[in-house]
Every structure is written in C-alpha cells, then in structure tokens.
C-alpha cells in the first residue's frame, strides 16, 4: 500500500523552529519527486516546496524562501522541512506529496519528455504558531 | 492571491451537470497540463483529473475536464449528494519554478 505519513507538527511560537517528517512506504522512493502543500485554516491550497529524486532540484514558494528548508533520506525513505522564523501566516496543514509522471506522447522516443502531477497526499500534520 | 482563478461557489441538483472553470496565464495553463483536486470535508485532497483529462483508477467518469488556451474546466455530470467537496485546479508555473493552486470551487448539490 502506498502511505506518506507525516510527523513533527504541534505548537510553536512566534520566531521559533519546527522539523516535520515523511515517512514512505509502498513504493520506490528513490524515484520520486515531493512536494509539501500546505492549507491555513478555513483556506485553500498552497504549495510550499519541492525536491526532485536525487535533490539536486529544491524549490520553494516565495513565502518561505530563506526559511524553510527542505531534504530527503532516500536510505530511509524519509523526507524532511525544517521551517524557521515561524510566523502566525505559518499556521496551516502541512502534507507531504508525490509527485507522478506520465509520457509526454508528443515527445521523442530517443529524448522522452514527461508531465507531472501531484498524486498521492500524506494525512497530514498540523502546525500551529501562537504565542 | 492566487494567480489561478477559480469561482468560489458551484452549485447544482442532483442529476444535473456542472462544470468548474480554472484561468491562468501563458506562464502556466498556457504551456503546461492541469490537474484536479477533490477535498472532502476534514480529509486530505484526492487527485481527480491529470493531465487536462485523465482519470486515475477508481475515480467515476462522470468527472472530465478540459483545457483550451489559458483556460481549464471541470465537468461533473449526474451530480450527486457525494460531490458535495472542495475543487481545487492545479497546474505548474514556469515563472515560479513551482507549483499553483486554484483557490478552490466549494460545491454545493442542492
């Protein structure tokens, strides 16, 4: 069975530092990018950061940049946002996802081309900032 | 504020057909596929559509979607009570390097 499980929410305060986790299991990890989108109270999605198979690609929305940092375990099948410099804007549900590919059709055989999507989402961890 | 545009509100009968739209730029659904969301109250998202049109397993084909330009849309004929969710679109930004959502169409089966 496919599962991310998320781990590492709770309560901060404001200026303080929090390390949420991901644990995988049912596929090859390795493989894969992920993604953490989170969603503020009563509001819709936000996509926080992204880090392709090898890490070599880690992208983040600019409202975290230079904050929050993400990194993965592929030995242990794990990945990992450090977030730092919390603020109230931070208070939201964070879930870990896939990121899925298909074939581009259009693409070239000898130089193959892929769309991809975010298929399969975590439960979720709750992060709260307040003092 | 999101630069991808959705309605806040849908609503429909049972039976009937409804469809949600998603607008964007040439940044984004102009050049790259859309993908949609489903959230049910108090769970996480579920992926719906992929790739403008395509259905994961076990998701009824009563849903579709379409893309054209820098639009998209959702479409959900045969409306039932257990639509009544959250529909978020979804689509790459070349700009950002990153990821953007819809605001989301909460829809309502009257």
């Known amino acids: 069975e496919v599962r991310l499980v998320e781990s590492g929410g709770g309560l901060v305060k404001p200026g303080g530092s929090l390390r949420l986790s991901c644990a995988v299991s049912?596929?090859?990890?390795?493989?894969?990018?992920f993604n953490w989108v989170r969603q503020a109270p009563g509001k819709g999605l936000e996509w926080v950061s992204s880090i392709s198979s090898s890490s070599l690609y880690i992208h983040y929305a600019p409202s975290v940049r230079g904050r929050f940092t993400f990194s993965r375990d592929n030995a242990k099948n794990s990945l990992f946002l450090h977030m730092s410099s919390l603020t109230a804007e931070d208070t939201a549900v964070y879930y870990c996802v896939r990121e899925g590919r298909q074939l581009d059709p259009a693409s070239s055989p000898y130089n193959p081309s892929y769309f991809y999507y975010m298929d399969v989402w975590g439960k979720g961890t709750t992060v709260t900032v307040s003092s | 504020q999101s630069v991808v545009t959705q309605p806040p509100s849908a609503s429909g009968t049972p039976g009937q057909r409804i469809t949600i739209t998603c607008s964007g730029s040439n940044s984004n659904i102009g050049i790259n596929p859309v993908h949609w969301y489903q959230q049910l109250p108090g769970t996480a998202p579920k992926l719906l559509i992929y790739v403008n049109n395509e259905r994961p397993s076990g998701v009824p084909d009563r849903f579709s979607g379409s893309k054209s330009g820098t639009s998209a849309s959702l479409a959900i004929r045969g409306l039932q009570s257990r639509d009544e969710a959250e529909y978020y679109c979804s689509v790459y930004d070349d700009k950002l390097n990153g990821w953007l959502f819809g605001g989301g169409t909460k829809l309502t089966v009257l």
């Open positions: 049912g596929f090859t990890f390795s493989s894969y990018s």
